[in-house]
C-alpha cells in the first residue's frame, strides 16, 4: 500500500516563526502536492511538484514556500508564520506521469499559529 | 481560485433518504475523480470517470459524468450513517500535472 507521512499531526507555532511541514512518500511518485483545508473552502492548492527540484503555484501560493530536494519529500514552508495560516494541511502524492490516477493523501497536519 | 465548482456545500438527511452532489467546471475536463473524506480522516479516493457520459457504480453509489465533460455527480442511494463525511470531486488541469478539488459538500445522516 502507499503511504503518505506527514511529520507532526499537531503543530502549535507563534507568529513569525519559520515552520517547516514535511511530507514523506514510499512509492516513487513523481507528483506531490500541498493543500490546506478550511471549513466552507474545500482543499486549496498552495503548491504542487512534478519532479525533484521543480515546484509549481497552486491557487494560494502567498505566504508560503517549497522544497522538492528529493523525490519521496515534499516540504512545505512557511517563512512567517501568521495567524491566517491556522489550517489543515494535507500532502498528497501520485504516480508518475499519468493524468488518470488517484492522489494519496497524508493523515494531515493542523497547525495553530498563535 | 478553484476552477471546479460543487453544491451543496452542506445537507443533512434521514437516513435512508437519497443524496446528491454536483460538481461543474466551466472548461472541458479530461477525467473527474471523487474523494470521501470521513469525520477527522483524509480524503479516500473513490473511482474516477473519463469518458462522456460514463456512469459507474459502487454498490449505492452512482457516478455519472456529463456529455460534455463540464459537470459531474455522486448519487447515493438510501443513506446509512456509514456515509457520513465530505465528498469531494476533483480534476487535472493544465496538462495533467495540477489536481484541483471542488470545496467539497458535507453530508451528515441522521438516524
Known amino acids: 500500500d502507499v503511504k503518505v507521512t506527514q511529520s507532526s499531526r499537531y503543530l502549535v507555532k507563534r507568529t513569525g516563526e519559520k515552520v517547516f511541514l514535511e511530507c514523506v512518500q514510499d512509492?516513487?511518485?513523481?507528483?506531490m502536492f500541498w493543500y490546506r483545508q478550511d471549513p466552507g473552502l474545500g482543499l486549496r492548492l498552495i503548491y504542487f511538484?512534478?519532479?525533484?527540484?521543480?515546484?509549481e503555484k497552486g491557487d494560494i501560493p502567498e505566504g508560503y514556500s517549497v522544497s522538492r530536494e528529493k523525490k519521496e519529500r515534499f516540504s512545505l514552508i512557511l517563512e512567517s508564520a501568521s495567524t491566517n495560516q491556522t489550517s489543515m494541511y494535507l500532502c498528497?502524492?501520485?504516480?508518475?506521469?499519468?493524468?488518470?490516477?488517484?492522489?494519496?493523501f497524508g493523515q494531515g497536519t493542523r497547525l495553530t499559529v498563535v | 481560485g478553484q476552477q471546479v465548482m460543487q453544491i451543496p456545500q452542506y445537507q443533512h438527511v434521514q437516513e435512508g433518504e437519497d443524496f446528491t452532489t454536483y460538481c461543474n467546471s466551466s472548461?472541458?475536463?479530461?477525467?473527474i475523480q471523487w474523494y470521501k473524506q470521513r469525520p477527522g480522516g483524509h480524503p479516500v479516493f473513490l473511482i474516477q470517470?473519463?469518458?462522456?457520459?460514463e456512469v459507474k457504480k459502487q454498490k449505492r453509489l452512482t457516478f455519472q459524468f456529463g456529455e460534455a465533460k463540464k459537470n459531474s455527480s455522486l448519487h447515493i442511494t438510501a443513506t446509512q450513517t456509514t456515509d457520513v463525511g465530505t465528498y469531494f470531486c476533483?480534476?487535472?488541469?493544465?496538462?495533467?500535472?495540477?489536481?484541483?478539488f471542488g470545496a467539497g459538500t458535507i453530508l451528515r445522516v441522521k438516524s
Open positions: 511538484s512534478y519532479d525533484v527540484k521543480m515546484k
Open positions: 472548461t472541458t475536463l479530461s477525467n
Open positions: 476533483a480534476a487535472h488541469m493544465e496538462y495533467g500535472n495540477k489536481l484541483v
Open positions: 498528497a502524492s501520485r504516480i508518475t506521469g499519468g493524468r488518470n490516477t488517484e492522489a494519496f
Open positions: 512509492m516513487d511518485h513523481e507528483n
Open positions: 470517470l473519463v469518458k462522456s457520459g
